[in-house]
Structure formats: structure tokens, C-alpha cells
């Protein structure tokens, strides 16, 4: 008896019902992606023609796409009953952040609001930077802006490896990012002076630090790398994560789940550059799970490197390189195992902006009663119904499916 959450970071199903106050009613990341491959516009090498995901068709998530908009996507209504269980979940939490929807599916919905920079140039006060520089020993900053991780790294990755200034820039998140060198900046100095600026921006409640190293010689062939590592307040309640630690269970966690939930409860941690490897690494946390544990697994292919670069047939290939791999997983699993595949947010590439979307989440669940899902009011009741069937203390928010 062993649990296991999968988080599609960003794979929405449909504009929540409060998108409006977002600026995001209409949104739909899957949907969007399956029209416009439906219709041609994102035909390219390597991937054609319609979204292709017969697997996870199979196990409801065109029906849980119509549960979220009252449509069926193009080429994702299944002829017969799902062979899963199926539903929705509206986030209760405010914002449309990576912290808040994972921590939600772990049991615990923030109440509070987040702190954000203002879109101005720039955007950091003297405030922040000047005790940051003289803490971490930096000759300034370049950026001070919101800016795509991608293309801030294009435009200033050569001044910064000939100053030695660090690029440090937010987005519409709650959100420190900074990106630096990995080879000339040095991983251990990004590290350092993140630490130093998670302590500076706490008072100002910014959710997350993120160090952004990357590599490459100029602008043509810089790119970031999978040593990312994200500094983020730890969660204001215990989550699912806590209880299953204090009660002695066996917990990994796959890709950025540990820095998410800042290494609180988070067990052993298997990390992987790209999703082809993060789900490697989930194969091998399905293998040594032992019985009455528990893996929480997320990939973030899917938000970084296609939602925010709004690269939809980057997306519609990501999804279907998804799908076709999910079997290995089906086949690894025990009689008596529960898999729930579920998403934190949106990231609609069709959308305006580069942004985070605010949709509901598919839940697609192998394994456990055959009750109905429905559509969920919270994404709490993800960690409700582990707690229930990994037999552990119920959670304080949310109700069991």
C-alpha cells in the first residue's frame, strides 16, 4: 500500500472560476494546446497533426476537460469509459503561484497574500539591493526588471560574465530570481548570496528565491541548467509530507518538490535535467518505495521551458512525450497502489504575457475506491484521500474522494 502524486506543473484544464480577477478568464492550457494542433498552426519537425495522448485519455483527463469547460477538447473524448477515476480542483489559495497550488495538494491552502515586486524599472528597491551587494560582495546587479528567464539571460548573460554582476529580475510570481554563471559566477557564490537574499526579502513576503545558473560562451548558447535551486519559505502548517515523516513512513521526493516545501519532510530527493529524467527518476522512487510510503513528484518542463516561453508545439511534444512514457509507470505499479496525477497551475502558451494561469487542475487517480471525484472545491482533498489510504491522521483541510 504505497501512494504516489505526480504534479504536471502548469498543465491546466480550464479557467478557474475566479480567472477574472486574474486577468486570465478564458484560459485553458490543454484545451488551447489541442485546438491549435487540431488546427495546424503547430506542425514542426518532430511532432503533427492532432494532440496525441491515448494514455492519459485512457484514464479520463478529456472527460475531466470537459468536467472544467463543458467541451471535450479535440482528439481527447475516449469512446468508452476511463479505465481511471476522474475530476477537477479549484485552488482556494490566492495567486496563481508554484508554492501555493503544491502546497494545497499537500493539504495546505494559504490564506495569506503574497508579496510581489511593482512592474517598474526597476523594480527592486536600494532598500533590498545595496545591503544584498554588500553582504554577498558584488560590484551590483544587472537586470532590476520582470523579464523571461530565457531572454534576460540572452540580452545580459555576456555583461554579467564580464562584470561579474549577478542578473537579478522577478516575473508576475512571488519571485527573487537570480541567474548567474555557473563556471565564472561559481554555483557555491549563487547559492550563497540566494541565502543572503531569501533572509532580506522575508520581511517583504516574497515566496520564493530561485538561483538560476546557467552556461555557454554568449548569447546563442547560453543555457540554464538543471542546478536550479529554489529558496522558499517553508509551509505555514504541517502538509502531508510532515505527517507521513513524523509517522516513521518512507517519503521521495522527485525534482523541485524539496526546495517547494523547503526541504521540510521531503525524505530522499531524486533530481533530473528535463522531464525525460525526472520521470527516470520517478521509475526508480516507484521501484524503492517501500510499502506504506509515499513519492511526490514534479515536472517542470511543461511551465519552464514550454508554458513561459509560450511554445505550444514545444508544450503539445512535452505532453505527448509524457503520455507515451506513462505505461512504464502503470506497469510498475502494485494492486494495491494509489497514483493520483493532478497539475499546481496553468501557463496557457496561447495566453497573452508569459505568466502563470489561473485554471483548475485535472485529477486523474489509478488505484484505491472506486468513489467518484467530481469537481473538487480545493486541492487539499488530493492530500485528504493519501492521508485516508496510506492510513495516516486525517488532514485538517480538505475531505477524501
Given at each position: 500500500?504505497?501512494?504516489?502524486?505526480?504534479?504536471?506543473?502548469?498543465v491546466?484544464?480550464?479557467?478557474?472560476?475566479?480567472?477574472?480577477?486574474y486577468?486570465?478568464?478564458?484560459?485553458?492550457?490543454?484545451?488551447?494546446?489541442?485546438?491549435?494542433?487540431?488546427?495546424?498552426?503547430?506542425?514542426?519537425?518532430?511532432?503533427?497533426?492532432?494532440?496525441?495522448?491515448?494514455?492519459?485519455?485512457?484514464?479520463?483527463?478529456g472527460?475531466?476537460?470537459?468536467?472544467?469547460?463543458?467541451?471535450?477538447?479535440?482528439?481527447?473524448?475516449?469512446?468508452?469509459?476511463?479505465?481511471?477515476?476522474?475530476?477537477?480542483?479549484?485552488?482556494?489559495?490566492?495567486g496563481?503561484?508554484?508554492?501555493?497550488?503544491?502546497?494545497?495538494?499537500?493539504?495546505?491552502?494559504v490564506?495569506?497574500?503574497?508579496g510581489?515586486?511593482?512592474?517598474?524599472?526597476?523594480?527592486?528597491?536600494?532598500?533590498?539591493?545595496?545591503?544584498?551587494?554588500?553582504?554577498?560582495?558584488?560590484?551590483?546587479i544587472?537586470?532590476?526588471?520582470?523579464?523571461?528567464?530565457?531572454?534576460?539571460?540572452?540580452?545580459?548573460?555576456?555583461?554579467?560574465?564580464?562584470t561579474?554582476?549577478?542578473?537579478?529580475?522577478?516575473?508576475?510570481d512571488?519571485?527573487?530570481?537570480?541567474?548567474?554563471?555557473e563556471?565564472?559566477?561559481g554555483?557555491?557564490r549563487?547559492?550563497?548570496?540566494?541565502?543572503?537574499?531569501?533572509?532580506?526579502?522575508?520581511p517583504?513576503?516574497?515566496g520564493?528565491?530561485?538561483?538560476?545558473?546557467?552556461?555557454?560562451s554568449?548569447?546563442?548558447?547560453?543555457?540554464?541548467?538543471?542546478s536550479?535551486?529554489?529558496?522558499?519559505?517553508?509551509?505555514?502548517?504541517?502538509?502531508?509530507?510532515?505527517?507521513?515523516?513524523?509517522?516513521g513512513r518512507?517519503?521521495?521526493?522527485?525534482?523541485?518538490?524539496?526546495?517547494?516545501?523547503?526541504?521540510?519532510?521531503?525524505?530522499?530527493?531524486?533530481?533530473?535535467?528535463?522531464?525525460d529524467?525526472?520521470?527516470?527518476?520517478?521509475?526508480?522512487g516507484?521501484?524503492?518505495?517501500?510499502?506504506?510510503?509515499?513519492?511526490?513528484?514534479?515536472?517542470?518542463?511543461?511551465?519552464?521551458?514550454?508554458?513561459?516561453?509560450?511554445?505550444?508545439?514545444?508544450?503539445?511534444a512535452?505532453l505527448e512525450?509524457?503520455?507515451?512514457?506513462?505505461?512504464?509507470?502503470?506497469?510498475?505499479?502494485?494492486?494495491?497502489?494509489?497514483?493520483?496525477?493532478?497539475?499546481?497551475?496553468g501557463?496557457?502558451?496561447?495566453?497573452?504575457?508569459?505568466?502563470?494561469?489561473?485554471?483548475?487542475?485535472?485529477?486523474?487517480?489509478?488505484?484505491?475506491?472506486q468513489?467518484?471525484i467530481?469537481?473538487?472545491?480545493?486541492?487539499?482533498?488530493?492530500?485528504?484521500?493519501?492521508?485516508?489510504?496510506?492510513?495516516?491522521?486525517?488532514?485538517?483541510?480538505?475531505?477524501?474522494?
Open positions: 500500500m504505497r501512494a504516489m502524486i505526480l504534479v504536471l506543473d502548469s491546466g484544464i480550464g479557467a478557474a472560476p475566479d480567472a477574472g480577477r486577468g486570465d478568464e478564458g484560459a485553458d492550457t490543454v484545451g488551447h494546446i489541442a485546438e491549435a494542433c487540431a488546427r495546424g498552426d503547430v506542425d514542426r519537425a518532430g511532432r503533427e497533426g492532432p494532440l496525441r495522448l491515448p494514455h492519459l485519455v485512457e484514464l479520463g483527463l472527460e475531466a476537460c470537459h468536467l472544467a469547460t463543458g467541451r471535450y477538447p479535440p482528439a481527447l473524448r475516449r469512446s468508452c469509459r476511463p479505465t481511471a477515476r476522474y475530476g477537477t480542483a479549484i485552488e482556494q489559495s490566492k496563481k503561484d508554484t508554492p501555493s497550488g503544491h502546497w494545497e495538494i499537500a493539504g495546505v491552502p490564506p495569506f497574500e503574497w510581489y515586486f511593482p512592474k517598474t524599472v526597476p523594480c527592486f528597491s536600494r532598500d533590498l539591493i545595496d545591503p544584498l551587494c554588500d553582504e554577498a560582495a558584488l560590484p551590483g544587472l537586470g532590476n526588471c520582470h523579464a523571461s528567464g530565457t531572454e534576460i539571460i540572452a540580452r545580459l548573460g555576456e555583461a554579467h560574465v564580464n561579474g554582476r549577478p542578473i537579478c529580475y522577478t516575473s508576475a512571488s519571485v527573487f530570481q537570480i541567474a548567474a554563471h563556471e565564472t559566477f554555483l557555491d549563487l547559492y550563497g548570496m540566494c541565502a543572503v537574499a531569501r533572509r532580506l526579502v522575508d517583504l513576503n516574497i520564493r528565491v530561485i538561483a538560476r545558473p546557467f552556461i555557454g554568449s548569447a546563442e548558447t547560453f543555457r540554464r541548467t538543471a536550479r535551486r529554489d529558496f522558499a519559505v517553508p509551509p505555514p502548517e504541517p502538509t502531508i509530507l510532515d505527517t507521513a515523516s513524523i509517522h518512507d517519503i521521495i521526493s522527485i525534482g523541485k518538490i524539496d526546495d517547494i516545501f523547503a526541504h521540510r519532510g521531503t525524505g530522499t530527493t531524486k533530481k533530473g535535467d528535463g522531464n529524467a525526472l520521470f527516470d527518476r520517478s521509475l526508480e516507484c521501484d524503492q518505495l517501500a510499502e506504506g510510503g509515499l513519492l511526490f513528484a514534479n515536472f517542470v518542463d511543461f511551465d519552464t521551458v514550454h508554458g513561459h516561453r509560450r511554445d505550444v508545439a514545444g508544450y503539445a512535452a512525450a509524457f503520455d507515451a512514457r506513462l505505461p512504464e509507470l502503470l506497469g510498475r505499479l502494485k494492486a494495491d497502489d494509489l497514483l493520483i496525477i493532478t497539475a499546481d497551475h501557463c496557457d502558451p496561447t495566453w497573452a504575457g508569459t505568466d502563470h494561469t489561473r485554471e483548475q487542475v485535472p485529477i486523474l487517480v489509478v488505484g484505491g475506491s468513489a467518484r467530481g469537481q473538487r472545491h480545493g486541492f487539499a482533498d488530493i492530500a485528504a484521500t493519501v492521508a485516508r489510504h496510506l492510513e495516516l491522521p486525517p488532514t485538517p483541510h480538505g475531505a477524501p474522494f
